[in-house]
């Protein structure tokens, strides 16, 4: 069966039934290795930023006939790594027209995998927020993985960004962006992507306080049901655990205000997945 490190999710069900694509899997876990010297965490995606987020990315979809043919391996590595010159203009233009054509899709994908640090804030704060509602639809559908990659960078840049002289309203547009995203997920049944979209969410959510964003998100809390509200409800307490961990090991009172501000759309959650049935 091979190493635990090294196995792709499928084989953990039944590895009497698996097909090539397992060795793809498996392939990019060996390249992981290869390149930090170390054992790659078991059924965890390792999405580096970079030219190499495209390879290892579609090399361990979460669905095995989604990743690439062996021989199409090397290709892929050597476009990902050719350099590509992101224009936001360009960047502009695609989100604009919501391109819902493979090609086109593809090409803002990459365009925004390749979009250098210095220009993040230009396009994840005034750009993405204005893009059609109807875009996220086929880009979760197409390129789940990338669509996770995106929402982690968005919350990344709100995290690291000086905010100072700024309208501290600002943050109202990526974090729209991030709940778009999550909703999306939850609206198309993208249920593996789903937790991971809004971990990232949630990873903003209890840290900033001023944005009518908080508002939207309790809505669209509470009205969760089924597969999603229980899939939701996991990653919402395994943020709060992190940022309860963090507030008590830094001797901060904060963690009680969280607990509060949180628990009532969490049990409401709660009730809603254990009353309804499966999506």
Same mark, same amino acid.
């Given at each position: 069966?091979?190493?635990?490190? &090294?196995?792709?999710?499928?084989?953990?069900?039944? *590895?009497?039934?698996?097909?090539?694509?397992? %060795? !793809?899997?498996?392939? %990019?876990?060996?390249?992981?290795?290869?390149?930090?010297?170390?054992?790659?965490?078991?059924?965890?995606?390792?999405?580096?930023?970079?030219?190499?987020?495209?390879?290892?990315?579609?090399?361990?979809? !979460?669905?095995?006939?989604?990743?690439?043919?062996?021989?199409?391996?090397?290709?892929?590595? $050597? *476009?990902?790594? +050719?350099?590509?010159?992101?224009?936001?203009?360009?960047?502009?233009?695609?989100?604009? *027209?919501?391109?819902?054509?493979?090609?086109?899709?593809?090409?803002?994908?990459?365009?925004?995998?390749?979009?250098?640090?210095?220009?993040? %804030?230009?396009?994840?704060?005034?750009?993405?927020?204005?893009?059609?509602?109807?875009?996220?639809?086929?880009?979760?559908?197409?390129?789940?993985?990338?669509?996770?990659?995106?929402?982690?960078?968005?919350?990344?840049?709100?995290? $690291?960004?000086?905010?100072?002289?700024?309208?501290?309203?600002?943050?109202?547009?990526?974090?729209?962006?991030?709940?778009?995203?999550?909703?999306?997920?939850?609206?198309? +049944?993208?249920?593996? !992507?789903?937790?991971?979209?809004?971990?990232?969410?949630?990873?903003?959510? !209890?840290?900033?306080?001023? &944005?009518? *964003?908080?508002?939207?998100?309790?809505?669209?809390?509470?009205?969760?049901?089924?597969?999603?509200?229980?899939? =939701?409800?996991?990653?919402?307490?395994? =943020?709060?655990?992190?940022?309860?961990?963090?507030?008590?090991?830094?001797?901060?009172?904060? =963690?009680?205000?969280?607990?509060?501000?949180?628990?009532?759309?969490? %049990?409401?959650?709660?009730?809603?997945?254990?009353?309804?049935?499966?999506?």
């Amino acid at each position: 069966m091979g190493h635990l490190h &090294y196995m792709a999710p499928e084989m953990f069900d039944d *590895s009497h039934t698996v097909t090539g694509a397992a %060795d !793809v899997y498996s392939l %990019d876990r060996i390249l992981i290795y290869v390149l930090s010297g170390r054992h790659p965490k078991i059924m965890f995606p390792e999405l580096p930023d970079g030219a190499c987020h495209r390879v290892v990315s579609q090399l361990t979809h !979460v669905e095995p006939k989604r990743r690439p043919a062996v021989d199409d391996i090397s290709e892929l590595i $050597t *476009s990902s790594l +050719r350099p590509v010159k992101t224009s936001v203009s360009r960047i502009r233009a695609l989100l604009k *027209s919501a391109p819902t054509d493979e090609a086109e899709l593809r090409v803002l994908v990459e365009a925004l995998n390749n979009l250098p640090p210095e220009r993040e %804030d230009e396009v994840f704060v005034d750009l993405l927020p204005t893009a059609p509602q109807e875009l996220f639809e086929p880009l979760l559908a197409a390129h789940p993985e990338d669509a996770v990659g995106l929402a982690e960078r968005i919350r990344k840049h709100v995290e $690291t960004t000086s905010w100072r002289g700024r309208n501290f309203d600002t943050l109202n547009e990526p974090l729209a962006v991030l709940l778009q995203l999550a909703a999306e997920a939850n609206q198309s +049944r993208a249920y593996d !992507v789903l937790g991971r979209l809004v971990e990232q969410l949630f990873e903003l959510d !209890v840290h900033c306080d001023r &944005y009518r *964003s908080k508002g939207n998100v309790r809505n669209w809390l509470v009205r969760l049901r089924g597969r999603g509200a229980r899939i =939701v409800a996991d990653a919402l307490v395994k =943020v709060l655990a992190r940022s309860s961990s963090m507030a008590e090991a830094r001797g901060r009172r904060r =963690v009680p205000i969280l607990r509060s501000r949180m628990r009532l759309p969490a %049990d409401r959650m709660a009730r809603a997945a254990a009353t309804c049935s499966n999506n």
